[in-house]
């Protein structure tokens, strides 16, 4: 599970750099959403840290929602948590199902969020066939800082799981991002590094930094970032990872609107940002570009204007609401009692 709107989306869309400021807070609508609340691991930093299995969308509710939000000019659609490994038959079914709307316009964008942990050589091959635009597999860092954080002996199954999907799915280069989420206990440069460098042996290209949001679930004194310390982070980042990334490679930096304003503001003050030198690509992602890096860019709230999340039993609300588990009580409606349409208009 990562923060944010379906994690990577699939990166940026490095063809097109012009930037539409009608575009900033009404581009096309991006879903994430939970097709379970379960996870078979207990990390530390976990943003959703409870669990509510009951009362799951089936498959044909799940259909009905995205072909509402087809209509309504979604592009994105992100499966980002609790963990799709583990109701991976429904999982598979949308997005095969996302796969066949595709088809129809190809600018969909489809894929998922995962620890990575769970796979096997039958769902490897399911997952190819399902053909996600993207795949974001949560790694933390080096194998002792990644299961400090994610518990013992997971950094290895992830391992395995990217060699795996990588060697059978040759294509899955440009589309397979490592997730890392920039916390206290893994806020080394000298670090991240190493990992990409660990990572890119085995064929990774595509690497995104999301930093922790410290005000909940902060379970241990070490997990907790501060702003100024993320800033000293994406700084020293932007001046020398260029030089670590190969000529296809690509590093996103994440930052958030509802969650990080006070951070993106200081990217901006201390010249990380250049307002100047903003670009927007083709699905309204907006960004600035370093080289191979990338750091996005937020410039209004966009929470249910433009980002919907949708909870495993269909309730409608922004991401950061997802974190709490009265949702329900925090959300703006639930699809079972509404259509999506009328709920993002209340
Ligand atoms: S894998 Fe993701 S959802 Fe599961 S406990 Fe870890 S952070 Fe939470």
């Known amino acids: 599970m990562a923060l944010g709107f379906s994690g990577s989306n699939g990166g940026i869309n490095v063809k097109s750099s012009t930037l539409h400021r009608q575009d900033f807070i009404r581009g096309p609508l991006e879903i994430s959403y939970f097709v379970n609340n379960v996870c078979n691991l207990s990390c530390r930093h976990c943003y959703v840290g409870y669990e509510e299995p009951k009362n799951a969308l089936s498959v044909e509710e799940w259909q009905n929602i995205f072909n509402q939000a087809l209509e309504l000019g979604a592009l994105t659609f992100g499966n980002v948590g609790k963990e799709p490994l583990l109701a991976w038959n429904k999982s598979v079914q949308l997005l095969n199902f996302l796969k066949q709307k595709k088809q129809e316009n190809p600018r969909i964008r489809y894929g998922l969020v995962t620890n990575a942990t769970s796979f096997d050589d039958e769902r490897i091959k399911q997952l190819i066939e399902a053909d996600p635009t993207y795949l974001d597999i949560s790694i933390d860092g080096t194998r002792e800082i990644h299961d400090s954080v994610r518990g013992f002996g997971n950094y290895d199954k992830s391992l395995s799981a990217i060699e795996k999907i990588l060697c059978q799915g040759s294509s899955f280069s440009d589309r397979l991002f490592i997730?890392?989420?920039?916390?206290?206990?893994?806020?080394?440069?000298?670090?991240?590094?190493?990992?990409i460098g660990e990572l890119q042996e085995r064929g990774v290209k595509r690497f995104m930094v999301s930093p922790y949001v410290v005000s909940i679930n902060q379970n241990g004194k070490d997990i907790g970032i501060t702003k100024e310390q993320v800033t000293d982070t994406y700084e020293r980042l932007k001046t020398e990872a260029n030089a670590w990334l190969g000529s296809q490679d690509q590093l996103l930096l994440k930052v958030d609107?509802?969650?990080?304003?006070?951070?993106?503001?200081?990217?901006?003050?201390?010249?990380?940002?250049?307002?100047?030198?903003?670009?927007?690509?083709?699905?309204?992602?907006?960004?600035?570009?370093?080289?191979?890096?990338?750091?996005?860019?937020?410039?209004?709230?966009?929470?249910?204007?433009?980002?919907?999340r949708i909870s495993h039993d269909g309730f409608v609300s922004g991401c950061y609401d997802m974190f709490f588990k009265n949702y329900p009580d925090r959300a703006r409606g639930s699809l079972k009692k509404r259509k999506l349409a009328e709920i993002i208009a209340l």
Do not use: C, H, W
């Open 179 to 195: 997730s890392f989420t920039l916390m206290g206990a893994n806020n080394d440069v000298s670090l991240i590094k190493k990992m």
């Open 257 to 308: 609107y509802d969650t990080q304003k006070p951070l993106m503001d200081l990217l901006v003050e201390r010249g990380i940002i250049e307002l100047g030198k903003l670009m927007i690509d083709d699905y309204a992602t907006i960004f600035t570009r370093f080289g191979n890096i990338y750091i996005s860019y937020i410039p209004a709230p966009r929470t249910l204007i433009r980002d919907v």
